[in-house]
């Protein structure tokens, strides 16, 4: 058997206090992201008797799915390093043992490769933190292996993608999507100052889209569409359209006193701001299925 060798700690780190509520900018996130995806490297334990071979070797015998030292997206980081380790036997059996910051690995086997897992812990910055492994026992005995380091960080909100105080009223229209048989469209105008603000509130308190790859619920194309007019105006300062089914998109957009566009952000959270607006405005039948 392979004796059991240390292994490093990870820690995922804590982002600083900034003086701004928008926290650190993504410069300094994309930092953080790429100082963790190296503590993630050094941390991922060895085998005794493993050493590094280069990716062109590795890939000749084609276990892998892929380096992730170029990802295609923009706000994840990732690399792999390749090795052989002597046994592969006493290799995997030790690999399976092995926790990286206190987390135990998943493992899964497709025909004579073998993965482990590593899911680890995110913070409101750092998302979907893991290590993978895939290995392969070679004809000789040896195991031939990738370590695969990477991490999605969260973009910082967009100083535009907030809606100004000041509306004096406000005007939502639902468009309730393809399955509405009947009533596939309604109005709502509101002067209420309170309801208003408690609204832009709400679209305030939204966070930036994540940047996690996923799969969204069947959208049938409905919509809330919120307009914002301070008071005389005839055309809004800014809109906001919220998908109330789907992934839950939303997008702020803001206009100039000539009722051009002139910037649109978007955000997480419409299902739920879509529900509570709905509901303080009495409309019904969101999204029907």
């Not at 973009?155 to 000041?166: E, H, I, R």
């Not at 229209?173 to 408690?198: F, W, Y």
Request: with cysteine.
């Amino acid at each position: 058997m392979i004796a059991l060798t240390a292994v490093s700690t990870v820690v995922l780190v804590a982002a600083p206090a900034f003086a701004s509520t928008r926290g650190p900018s993504d410069a300094q996130r994309e930092a953080l992201a790429q100082r963790t995806l190296i503590s993630l490297l050094k941390a991922s334990p060895l085998p005794v008797g493993s050493h590094q071979i280069s990716a062109a070797v590795a890939e000749t015998t084609k276990p892998f799915s892929g380096e992730k030292n170029n990802v295609s997206d923009n706000y994840e980081v990732g690399a792999t390093k390749f090795f052989v380790a002597p046994s592969a036997h006493a290799s995997l059996t030790w690999l399976a043992s092995q926790h990286i910051e206190g987390h135990a690995p998943s493992s899964g086997t497709s025909g004579s490769t073998h993965t482990e897992l590593y899911s680890l812990s995110p913070t409101s910055i750092l998302l979907r933190p893991q290590v993978v492994y895939i290995a392969l026992a070679k004809a000789n005995g040896t195991l031939e292996f990738s370590i695969t380091a990477s991490v999605y960080w969260q973009s910082q909100k967009s100083p535009l993608a907030t809606v100004a105080s000041g509306a004096t009223t406000l005007t939502t229209k639902l468009n309730r999507g393809l399955n509405a048989t009947t009533d596939r469209t309604s109005s709502v105008t509101t002067e209420d100052a309170s309801l208003i603000s408690a609204i832009i509130a709400r679209i305030n308190a939204l966070s930036a889209a994540s940047p996690l790859p996923m799969s969204c619920p069947l959208d049938a194309g409905a919509s809330l569409t919120m307009s914002f007019y301070r008071g005389g105006a005839t055309t809004p300062y800014a809109s906001v359209v919220a998908d109330p089914g789907g992934c839950g998109t939303v997008t702020i957009n803001q206009y100039d006193a000539k009722h051009r566009r002139t910037s649109a952000s978007d955000v997480a959270g419409g299902v739920l701001l879509a529900k509570f607006v709905a509901t303080q405005l009495g409309l019904k039948n969101l999204s029907p299925t």
